[in-house]
């Protein structure tokens, strides 16, 4: 037993959130490689019909964790599949032979984290689990750009994009409630930014929450395992202090739904060309207001895959692995957007990018 778990007796379990292209699986792959010989169990929540943080973890190579420790939930949005989902999950994990020495959670850039940390008080979790802490990532280069700020010309710009919106965006509240969660913010990305921009950024932040977390600035998700993992908060002990716009609502009577959000797959052939095919990739985005678009390639002549990840017009582009043997190489994309985005033109324009 590792001196983390037997302080408490207990298995701690980090819950990692942030929005859309934050960079949570780039940290987690961190934490995995600098896992110090703690076994991690990884629960994996992605929203759409392709897990591809999955197959960006289990390229990794780290020794910390077998593939067999890494849970992948496809089924929707965590927060909205707790009782059906998420604690069969974790009760079937915590009866292995062989349990983790902590368990790491990323959840969609599309969930609530209220809901799950909410979970950690099951009577059948809360006795052998506790909240070691949540994590909120938060994309410091995109707030600067006024992803999230209530300034005249963001709101009007949504207000093209959206007829029925009213004062406040959906995903605004959903960046509120992560940082409202938090007992740790990572600004990350500020290699990006200057003093300026990261003091806007600061200031930002600090207004979307009553709670004052600590943040620490980062820069391609390089954080401390030693720094993220064993902050011992026991978050679901304070859960009542975290309350969501969701459950704020709910309390009022309102019903929630993820129905502001939709995500499609495309499967397309070999990408010959790849660096043409991200910069047409940029175009449709901007054109469409794609949120998100995630997935990987096959580039023909090369041995190892092409991962794409798309966040607002920034795309990052590497080859993280070598394809298996017996593996049947493709390209796909899970493409993310807000529910009236139109599907069969985003789908028609990349198809054609290639």
């Not at 390229?59 to 949005?77: P, V, Y």
């Not at 859960?239 to 939709?262: L, P, T, V, W």
């Not at 495309?266 to 095919?277: H, M, R, S, T, W």
């Not at 949120?291 to 041995?303: E, I, N, S, T």
Request: proline content about 3%; overall charge negative.
């Amino acid at each position: 037993m590792t001196t983390e778990k037997a302080a408490h007796g207990k298995i701690p379990a980090t819950v990692i959130t942030g929005f859309l292209g934050a960079g949570k699986t780039t940290m987690i792959r961190n934490i995995l490689q600098n896992a110090g010989g703690r076994r991690i169990a990884l629960i994996i929540n992605e929203f759409g019909d392709l897990g591809v943080d999955g197959d960006v973890l289990k390229g990794c190579g780290a020794e910390a964790c077998s593939e067999d420790d890494i849970i992948e939930l496809t089924n929707g949005c965590i927060c909205c599949t707790v009782a059906d989902d998420f604690i069969p999950t974790m009760t079937k994990l915590l009866e292995r032979e062989n349990r983790p020495d902590h368990i790491v959670i990323e959840t969609s850039g599309l969930a609530l984290p209220q809901p799950l940390i909410a979970a950690f008080n099951w009577p059948d979790i809360r006795t052998q689990v506790t909240v070691d802490g949540v994590i909120t990532v938060v994309d410091s280069a995109a707030v600067a750009a006024g992803r999230f700020a209530d300034d005249h010309d963001k709101v009007d710009a949504l207000r093209v994009e959206d007829d029925n919106l009213d004062h406040e965006s959906p995903i605004e509240e959903l960046f509120e409630d992560q940082l409202t969660a938090a007992d740790l913010i990572i600004l990350n990305k500020t290699d990006l930014l200057d003093s300026t921009g990261l003091a806007f950024v600061r200031r930002e932040v600090s207004s979307r929450t009553s709670r004052k977390p600590t943040m620490i600035e980062a820069k391609n998700g390089e954080v401390s395992a030693a720094v993220l993992l064993g902050l011992g908060v026991g978050t679901e002990s304070d859960i009542a202090n975290r309350k969501s716009h969701h459950e704020m609502e709910h309390e009022a009577g309102e019903e929630h739904s993820h129905d502001e959000f939709d995500s499609f797959v495309v499967e397309l052939g070999p990408i010959a060309d790849p660096a043409g095919f991200i910069e047409k990739l940029k175009v449709i985005i901007a054109a469409h207001d794609v949120l998100r678009l995630k997935g990987f390639a096959d580039v023909p002549g090369k041995p190892m895959r092409l991962l794409i990840q798309g966040v607002g017009a920034r795309i990052d582009q590497y080859f993280d692995r070598a394809w298996a043997a017996g593996e049947v190489r493709r390209t796909r994309l899970v493409v993310i957007g807000l529910h009236d985005m139109d599907e069969a033109a985003v789908r028609a324009a990349i198809v054609a990018a290639v």
